[in-house]
């Protein structure tokens, strides 16, 4: 098991029990059938997971023998490459995040992750099999455009399994904490207006580990009423589309998204 599954899962264990004594949401009901229902699916893109491995593994190999990628034709020394290429892959994660919610052959995988009516630590696994096969493609790209190491790749998934597992979870963050760390990573207060069903809202919060892109790309976004949030997506969340086997499929069915832009406010509103 690798390094970043192990913290992955401690961590997740840690959340769940935590999520029981300090929710921030109360009234979850069903916790137990909600968490399984998550990582019944988490354990089908685990294996889709594990089958992009070989490709990753290649694509970093590949771009060391060859001497291809930034790393490697600019020469970087360890700590430059390393500092770079951490920074960088969370950059292409806003993109391709970002990309998933703009192009609707990637919003049919995606929208299973925002298919959940009740976030918590159990959302951060719950992603469909297709959107990990082509997100790991994806990966392979850029990690040989970066020249990136085996090595960093697993330091990156290791920070960023603790990141989002935290800023799915359902734990009572104090709010002058959730403000610091706001102001470096991405913590639950952005993280919920993600999974709001307001499509504006939807649409904003793209960051995985850190927060500064959506302040750099003009899509940070809070609610003050947070307590407010529907999670969802309108369709396709009700009890009966929560099961593995209907998240499965759920690709297959038609798009039925509010128009892009709806519950949009002025910019400045929408400014830190
Ligand atoms: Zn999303
Ligand atoms: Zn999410």
């Not at 892959?89 to 990309?99: E, I, L, T």
């Not at 960093?152 to 403000?179: G, Q």
């Not at 919920?192 to 500064?212: C, K, P, Q, W």
């Amino acid at each position: 098991m690798s390094t970043d599954t192990i913290i992955g899962l401690i961590a997740l264990a840690t959340l769940f029990a935590a999520e029981g004594w300090l929710p921030a949401y109360a009234g979850r009901e069903r916790r137990l059938r909600h968490g399984a229902n998550n990582l019944g699916l988490a354990a089908v893109s685990a294996v889709a997971g594990a089958l992009t491995v070989p490709l990753l593994v290649l694509s970093v190999t590949t771009a060391a023998a060859q001497g291809i990628g930034l790393c490697h034709v600019l020469d970087l020394g360890w700590p430059a490459c390393a500092l770079l290429t951490f920074l960088l892959f969370d950059g292409w994660m806003y993109v391709w995040h970002r990309a998933n919610h703009e192009i609707p052959f990637l919003w049919r995988f995606h929208r299973v992750h925002h298919s959940d009516p009740a976030m918590d630590s159990t959302t951060a696994l719950r992603f469909h099999p297709g959107e990990i096969l082509l997100s790991g493609v994806a990966n392979g790209l850029v990690l040989m455009a970066l020249g990136m190491s085996l090595s960093m790749l697993v330091l990156y998934k290791s920070v960023m399994v603790l990141v989002i597992l935290f800023h799915h979870s359902n734990l009572a963050v104090p709010a002058r904490l959730d403000a610091r760390l706001r102001a470096l990573i991405v913590p639950p207060s952005m993280h919920r207006v993600h999974h709001s069903e307001i499509r504006a809202e939807t649409d904003a919060n793209y960051g995985t580990v850190f927060s500064f892109w959506d302040r750099l790309f003009g899509t940070f976004r809070l609610r003050d009423d947070p307590q407010a949030i529907r999670f969802g997506i309108g369709t396709y969340d009700d009890a009966a589309w929560q099961r593995p086997l209907h998240l499965l499929r759920l690709p297959l069915e038609p798009i039925r998204r509010p128009p892009a832009g709806e519950g949009a406010i002025p910019a400045a509103e929408a400014e830190p």
